[in-house]
């Protein structure tokens, strides 16, 4: 054993290993200490991937084991339900929505933060940084507040014939606003490290700031942003609180996929729950494939 | 420079006699109009942003303060001091507080593990690390439920006790101290390790003088968002935690049953409270981040 490896395993004393004291590091291989390193090795793998089996693997693969375990003819029942089938449609419908929305604003406050020069750069990076810093209820309020019935609004968007609060534009704004980091978030570290000089370069060969955009900086930051599409859509897909307090979860109606899951776990549907909870847990898992495989994209293309 | 989005209007109409100008110029050079119409360019995106963050954003954030404020300071206390209020603002923060130390310490071991460790799998395991950012916070719960539920095959039942609510905070946060530490253990450079382990350090010694030090700024981030992120969770503890006032109601299920209820001043108090909680301790914690780091480089 090397000392780099007896290095390696050093810190499985902070944890493990109590009363070893100073060992020759220099004469690593000393038989006793490999063999302890290793033992410290091993020690740390299984506590780190205990923690993990406990709290994420095992959970999870037993939501699996609890739908299918009556066979697929149920779980197919449960999921063809018509309540939901919209569910599942009103969800696809909010991302389709939604994601675009982000993903244009996205880069532009990206390009705001990393490119702009105006006095307003900190507030904007604030402001951005507030979906992770709130909770989704609050953000449900914080629109019914506004536009609800009794909100700032209300009565002008009443009297002019217009619901935000229990419709669609009212679950567009909350999934809006939880999801309105990520795609800005991937892209502005990829932004500032790419520079201006290519930019520059664009600019004084006689491109515009449209052609420059599209011909040199979006090709460069492409990966980054397509890695924040990833994490808006799972966000958006996955909402719960914000949409729960601003839609009115009507049955049928309002009542997106994670807000059906709720609907049927209250109401002793085991079976239309987790049925519904495992559509969204395979979505997640795609999600995840898509992460993985865009992060190694992601990193060959910032090496290059 | 950006002029400010109200020139929008008068600098996009002279965008277009720029642009004709470029056509008629065949984009030979550097000319005249390009520079103007690029400020238009920008003075247009600079107003339809503002607009998108101001009716989406800032508008809702200062109609929950004003609603917060509108009694006054009295009136607010006497809202975030109620009874049930100071129960469930108490559970939040110390079960938060609970939950950031057991991921500041299991986060770094396992980022640990999975950088200087091999083992079969373990690209699987570093994959499945972001499965509760990916799955959604309702299937967070149902998916704890199904094996630490009642009649789970555990015969371990959280439902409806504090235990339930830190579990379900632990499984939605646990990514954040991994992956900020990752990074930061990936690029570590190993010789001053090998150095202290030469000159007979310990690996005690060797992990509390050199690597911790380095970590640290990593580990009080990934804490930050952690406890930010913990402090308004709701979607993975309405199941499992039954919501019993006084025992396992938290901050933002208070809010939620209030604003059901109708009692609007209420939830906007405490909303501003949680708000304010996880703003205080996000920023604490990035300029502790910070100038830790600042002493380590």
């Given at each position: 054993?090397?000392?780099?490896?007896?290095?390696a395993?050093?810190?499985?004393a902070?944890?493990t290993?109590?009363?070893?004291?100073?060992?020759?590091?220099?004469?690593?291989?000393?038989?006793?200490?490999?063999?302890?390193?290793?033992?410290?090795?091993?020690?740390?793998?299984?506590l780190?991937?205990?923690?993990?089996l406990?709290?994420?693997?095992?959970?999870?693969?037993?939501?699996?084991?609890?739908?299918?375990?009556?066979?697929l003819?149920?779980?197919?029942?449960?999921?063809?339900?018509?309540n939901?089938?919209?569910?599942?449609?009103?969800?696809?419908?909010?991302?389709?929505?939604?994601?675009?929305?982000?993903?244009?604003?996205?880069?532009?406050?990206?390009l705001?933060?990393?490119?702009?020069?105006f006095?307003?750069?900190?507030?904007?990076?604030?402001?951005?940084?507030?979906?992770?810093?709130?909770?989704?209820?609050?953000?449900?309020?914080?629109?019914?507040?506004?536009?609800?019935?009794?909100?700032?609004?209300?009565?002008?968007?009443?009297?002019?014939?217009?619901?935000?609060?229990?419709?669609i534009?009212?679950?567009?704004m909350?999934?809006a606003?939880?999801?309105?980091p990520?795609?800005a978030?991937?892209?502005?570290?990829?932004?500032?490290?790419?520079?201006?000089?290519?930019?520059?370069?664009?600019?004084?060969?006689?491109?515009s700031?449209?052609?420059?955009?599209?011909?040199?900086?979006?090709?460069?930051?492409?990966?980054?942003v397509?890695?924040?599409?990833?994490?808006?859509?799972?966000?958006?897909?996955?909402?719960?609180?914000?949409?729960?307090?601003?839609?009115?979860r009507?049955e049928?109606?309002?009542?997106?996929?994670?807000?059906?899951?709720?609907?049927?776990?209250?109401?002793?549907?085991?079976?239309?729950?987790y049925?519904?909870?495992?559509?969204?847990?395979?979505l997640?898992?795609?999600?995840?494939l898509g992460m993985?495989?865009?992060?190694?994209?992601?990193?060959?293309?910032?090496?290059? | 420079?950006?002029?400010?989005?109200?020139d929008?209007?008068a600098?996009?109409?002279?965008?277009?006699?720029?642009?004709?100008?470029?056509r008629g110029?065949?984009?030979?050079?550097?000319?005249?109009?390009s520079?103007?119409r690029?400020?238009?360019?920008?003075?247009?995106g600079a107003?339809?942003?503002?607009?998108?963050?101001s009716?989406?954003?800032?508008?809702?954030?200062?109609?929950l303060?004003?609603n917060?404020?509108?009694?006054?300071?009295?009136a607010?206390?006497?809202e975030?001091?109620?009874?049930?209020?100071?129960?469930?603002?108490?559970?939040?923060?110390?079960?938060?507080?609970?939950?950031?130390?057991?991921?500041?310490?299991?986060?770094?071991?396992?980022?640990?593990v999975?950088?200087?460790?091999?083992?079969p799998?373990?690209?699987?395991?570093?994959?499945?690390?972001?499965?509760?950012?990916?799955?959604?916070?309702?299937?967070?719960?149902?998916?704890?439920?199904?094996?630490?539920?009642?009649?789970?095959?555990?015969?371990?039942?959280?439902?409806?006790?504090?235990a339930?609510?830190?579990?379900?905070?632990?499984?939605?946060?646990?990514?954040?101290?991994?992956?900020s530490?990752?990074?930061?253990?990936?690029?570590?450079?190993?010789?001053?390790?090998?150095?202290?382990?030469?000159?007979?350090?310990?690996?005690l010694?060797?992990?509390?003088?050199?690597?911790?030090?380095?970590?640290?700024?990593?580990?009080?981030?990934?804490?930050?968002l952690?406890?930010?992120?913990?402090?308004?969770?709701?979607?993975s503890?309405?199941?499992?935690?039954?919501n019993?006032?006084?025992?396992?109601?938290?901050?933002?299920?208070?809010?939620?049953?209030?604003v059901?209820?109708?009692?609007?001043?209420?939830a906007?108090?405490?909303?501003?409270?949680?708000?304010?909680?996880?703003?205080?301790?996000?920023?604490?914690?990035t300029?502790?981040?910070?100038?830790?780091?600042?002493?380590?480089?």
């Amino acid at each position: 054993m090397s000392a780099s490896d007896l290095a390696a395993t050093a810190p499985s004393a902070a944890v493990t290993a109590r009363r070893t004291g100073p060992r020759g590091g220099g004469r690593a291989s000393a038989h006793p200490g490999a063999h302890a390193a290793s033992a410290r090795r091993l020690g740390l793998r299984f506590l780190a991937l205990g923690y993990l089996l406990a709290l994420l693997g095992a959970p999870v693969a037993m939501i699996f084991y609890r739908t299918f375990e009556h066979g697929l003819a149920p779980v197919w029942e449960a999921v063809t339900q018509p309540n939901a089938v919209h569910a599942f449609w009103l969800s696809i419908e909010l991302v389709a929505i939604v994601v675009p929305l982000n993903t244009a604003f996205g880069i532009g406050m990206a390009l705001a933060i990393e490119r702009g020069r105006f006095r307003g750069r900190a507030l904007l990076g604030l402001l951005l940084d507030m979906p992770f810093a709130i909770s989704p209820v609050v953000v449900g309020l914080a629109l019914v507040l506004v536009y609800g019935r009794t909100g700032w609004l209300g009565s002008w968007l009443t009297s002019n014939g217009m619901q935000v609060i229990f419709s669609i534009p009212g679950m567009v704004m909350a999934t809006a606003f939880v999801s309105l980091p990520f795609v800005a978030r991937e892209t502005i570290p990829v932004l500032r490290e790419l520079g201006t000089e290519a930019e520059q370069a664009a600019a004084t060969l006689g491109a515009s700031a449209w052609q420059t955009f599209r011909r040199v900086t979006l090709p460069a930051i492409r990966w980054g942003v397509v890695y924040g599409v990833v994490l808006t859509t799972a966000r958006a897909l996955g909402e719960f609180g914000a949409v729960s307090i601003v839609s009115g979860r009507l049955e049928g109606q309002t009542q997106t996929l994670p807000l059906y899951v709720q609907d049927r776990f209250e109401n002793f549907d085991g079976t239309g729950a987790y049925a519904a909870a495992v559509v969204l847990a395979l979505l997640a898992f795609a999600t995840l494939l898509g992460m993985n495989l865009l992060a190694k994209r992601t990193k060959r293309d910032t090496v290059v | 420079m950006t002029p400010p989005p109200a020139d929008g209007a008068a600098l996009a109409a002279e965008r277009g006699a720029a642009g004709a100008a470029w056509r008629g110029r065949g984009g030979q050079g550097p000319r005249p109009g390009s520079r103007l119409r690029a400020r238009a360019g920008t003075a247009l995106g600079a107003g339809v942003l503002g607009a998108y963050l101001s009716v989406l954003v800032m508008l809702p954030i200062a109609a929950l303060l004003a609603n917060a404020a509108k009694g006054g300071t009295s009136a607010f206390w006497s809202e975030v001091s109620s009874p049930e209020a100071v129960a469930a603002l108490k559970l939040t923060l110390i079960v938060s507080a609970i939950v950031v130390l057991v991921n500041a310490l299991a986060g770094t071991l396992i980022a640990w593990v999975l950088v200087r460790d091999e083992f079969p799998g373990k690209r699987v395991v570093n994959a499945m690390i972001d499965l509760p950012f990916a799955l959604p916070t309702i299937v967070a719960g149902v998916v704890l439920l199904a094996l630490y539920g009642k009649g789970g095959p555990t015969g371990i039942d959280v439902t409806f006790t504090r235990a339930a609510v830190g579990l379900a905070l632990l499984f939605v946060t646990l990514p954040f101290v991994v992956r900020s530490v990752q990074p930061v253990l990936l690029e570590l450079d190993r010789s001053a390790e090998e150095a202290a382990g030469s000159l007979g350090a310990g690996p005690l010694t060797v992990f509390r003088r050199i690597v911790l030090p380095a970590l640290t700024p990593a580990i009080l981030s990934g804490m930050a968002l952690s406890f930010a992120r913990a402090v308004g969770e709701f979607g993975s503890v309405v199941l499992i935690s039954g919501n019993l006032p006084f025992k396992t109601e938290v901050g933002s299920v208070y809010v939620f049953n209030q604003v059901e209820n109708d009692n609007v001043g209420a939830a906007a108090a405490v909303s501003v409270v949680l708000l304010l909680s996880a703003l205080v301790v996000l920023s604490a914690m990035t300029a502790l981040s910070r100038s830790r780091s600042r002493h380590v480089g």
